[in-house]
């Protein structure tokens, strides 16, 4: 099924007007192997020339010459490929509407979405997040290559490989691991969005490697083990008991201060992602706000801030909080539904 879905998302980014490319993403999504990457192109104009009536164009003669075995992994490789286009086709319509039915979930702002549509959009971050931490990883890895190539262990490395592809080994420090440190606000004025906030952030924490959270109001809990629990209705009995108040006042400056006091030196450092989660309303003195968002802007790569009322029209951010805040906040962004929480991968 997640081959499926991976050609018809090629399928619609490419389209199959013009067929060199429409192969090209068919086989980026289907072959998961050196050798089925290799029969592909063969195998791609043989489905489609038998689909067309028009098989004589296969020389019977090189069909002749495979051997036996070879033969019948290309016939199990090819029907798999019809099983996976065929059924791309019978089930359009479903898709298009599972499509439609996702993108729904995706924009819907949480503060309007019933218990069951919480529970797809659950289902629906958990997947999406999984592909994100991948993609991160990745990109990641590439920016901690070192300057310098390792002659000596890239050829030991590539000896067994016949030198294709050859994978370079590099010399220099070893990369500073980032980590994401999530400020979550649960005051009153949160309610409508904390909730999914705190399994976003469950999510997060099962498909990043280096998360810690924190959940405020008036005070800072730390809920990083918690969230680690196997399941998310056991993080959530686990945090019901930990967290003394719930849907409170608010005391953003006086929670950081908190924060930087208590776990500051420890979760912090120059590889840190700083994520808060909140509207900004806060009945702390602006003044300590900014303080103590100075501090840990000195010590972070980047400090985030995503405020769900930034999704709605007519939004201003002029509490005094806010305006405090802004000048020590490198991205500002809303927070008022999937789309925009997904959105977090490119401020990484």
Not at 109 to 134: G, P, T, V
Not at 149 to 178: C, H, M, W
Not at 249 to 264: D, E, K, M, V, W
Request: charged fraction near 25%.
């Amino acid at each position: 099924m997640q081959q499926t879905v991976a050609a018809i998302e090629a399928a619609n980014l490419v389209g199959v007007a013009h067929w060199q490319q429409f192969s090209y993403a068919l086989r980026s999504a289907i072959c998961s192997s050196n050798k089925e990457w290799l029969q592909f192109d063969r195998l791609f104009e043989e489905f489609w020339n038998r689909r067309r009536g028009q098989s004589n164009l296969v020389d019977s003669r090189s069909r002749q010459k495979l051997a036996r075995t070879d033969r019948a992994q290309q016939s199990s490789l090819l029907v798999g490929l019809e099983s996976e286009l065929v059924s791309s086709v019978d089930t359009e319509g479903k898709l298009v509407e599972g499509a439609n039915a996702e993108q729904r979930l995706k924009k819907m702002d949480f503060a309007e979405a019933s218990r069951q549509e919480i529970a797809d959009m659950e289902k629906l971050s958990i997947r999406l997040l999984r592909r994100m931490s991948i993609r991160l990883s990745r990109r990641l890895r590439i920016q901690a290559q070192g300057d310098r190539i390792d002659l000596r262990r890239s050829i030991r490395r590539n000896i067994t490989r016949g030198g294709d592809p050859f994978v370079f080994a590099y010399k220099g420090r070893k990369p500073q691991e980032n980590r994401l440190v999530i400020f979550l606000d649960i005051s009153g004025s949160m309610n409508l969005y904390s909730q999914f906030l705190l399994r976003f952030s469950y999510a997060l924490q099962k498909h990043f490697r280096d998360v810690n959270t924190f959940l405020f109001s008036t005070s800072v809990v730390e809920i990083s083990d918690l969230l680690r629990a196997r399941t998310l209705s056991d993080a959530v009995n686990g945090i019901a008991k930990r967290v003394p108040e719930w849907s409170g006042g608010t005391r953003i400056g006086g929670s950081l201060q908190q924060f930087n006091r208590r776990a500051g030196r420890r979760v912090l450092s120059r590889g840190t992602f700083f994520i808060i989660l909140s509207d900004g309303w806060d009945t702390d003195a602006p003044e300590v706000l900014a303080m103590e968002l100075r501090s840990v802007r000195k010590r972070v790569q980047k400090l985030l801030w995503l405020n769900p009322l930034l999704g709605l029209k007519d939004y201003q951010p002029i509490t005094r909080g806010i305006k405090a805040a802004l000048p020590h906040i490198d991205v500002f962004a809303p927070a008022h539904n999937l789309e925009s929480l997904l959105a977090l991968e490119k401020y990484l």
